[in-house]
DNA sequence: TTTT
DNA sequence: TTTT
């Protein structure tokens, strides 16, 4: 049966994001993202900041190398995906990512001097008099 | 700025799907969702029940109208919107609305004997191999 | 059985909240929250805008009303609440409510220079040495 | 500056939980969790299955071993953490985790016979006349 | 009534 | 490795 496997995230790219192409022309785009959480341990304000492996795939990738930077603050939603790959001395290890199917940009409008728009994959399948969907793709504008 | 507008509701189904065909062609789908909620007063256990109206647009409600009825366990990931309309008295009304984006029925294997499957609007752009898009739409077998 | 009833927002305030102390003691702030989706139609950049009535109870409404004002971006969580009520001429009306549980300020550094900290209700039971929670509430500093 | 890490899962449990004692009376559960995603490639119906380690504290964790068993439908709610850790041979991994916050048994009422009520850690701060939070913690019932 |  |  089907299950759900949703992952939602706001934090800072801890990186630019590295993009690859791979055979057969694939996009592929991956950063880290930090989502910290600030809290209170007998009176002292605690902050832990937690990492987390983001892969955006094709045009998603195309639309993440554009407008996301270092530094930047971004809505992410995903699911979760763990895979195993040999290293340099061929021990398989187990990594946990993000595989995003959505992202925002957020933040002030100063952020957005030169990077005019954020929103991806945008969904507006609700409008009364609409005729057909966005055909234009991840690209918001 | 953008910003985010996302619901997430588990719950049944208090009707079958209603189905409308609008001018054009447009397909619309909607019913009234019972998402329950018991807690404990005062050793007693209480159930309160929050009604929500569901609205699906195109593909989504078709996929509804086949494989969602009266009493089933479904995965509701959508946006709210309200909007405004005049009742048989000409009274400015509002209504508050979840527009779906996304659905799962849940249950047990036995549910789905007579509706083999029920993830609509699957994303998994996220295989190495995996060459395109799936273009089947919201049909996912 | 228990269902799901979860709404997540992230928006601009489009007013301060309104706070109100009920008999008995009981502190509940609102005010309406503004989520934007920006997208393309026809090559036009056109954004519309939700409008969301949010409603928090308690400690949560007490900071609330000390750290969010108007203009403010903020990630909030909470359930959906259609309730009754009358009107002036006593005519019987709806109103869909989000009632917040919990709640984030986003944004800049300088954003909160004169509120400190906006995290409210922080969890953080998952510390393998931490002996209690957090018993200092609401309150994340 | 605060940020979002939010987990949403709802698969069934591949093992009974399994809990521990910490030093200091602290109780911690943990069992794998599998959601299933069907979808079609050329025309072939493809199950994917992605397993999820979930970690539940304290009363979270008792209501868990009470209440959850293998094969169990279940809404779990939580956040990402990656923490490291030396194995066998002192070899230093990495594994992420999701620490549940929230959960909800899905299913069918027959689920239930022996166990009563799922959700844990009900919050419903939201009525105009309740007086105070529910006292009673994570037993629902 | 917010924001970009 | 981000941010406040």
Not at 26 to 33: K, R
Not at 119 to 136: G, I, L, M
Request: proline residues 4%; charged residues 30%.
């Amino acid at each position: 049966m089907s299950g759900i496997n949703k992952v939602i995230l706001v934090g800072h790219l801890g990186k630019d994001p590295e993009v690859r192409h791979l055979d057969g022309g694939v996009t592929v785009a991956s950063f880290p993202l930090a989502t910290s959480e600030t809290y209170n341990k007998e009176g002292k304000r605690i902050e832990q900041t937690e990492w987390h492996n983001i892969v955006l795939w094709r045009g998603l990738a195309e639309v993440a190398s554009k407008y996301l930077q270092k530094g930047k603050l971004v809505y992410i939603e995903g699911k979760l995906r763990t895979r195993s790959f040999e290293d340099k001395e061929r021990v398989k290890k187990y990594v946990t990512e993000v595989v995003a199917e959505n992202f925002t940009l957020l933040g002030r409008k100063s952020d957005f001097e030169n990077t005019p728009v954020a929103a991806a994959t945008p969904k507006h399948e609700n409008d009364y008099v609409e005729p057909e969907d966005n055909a234009t793709g991840d690209l918001p504008f």
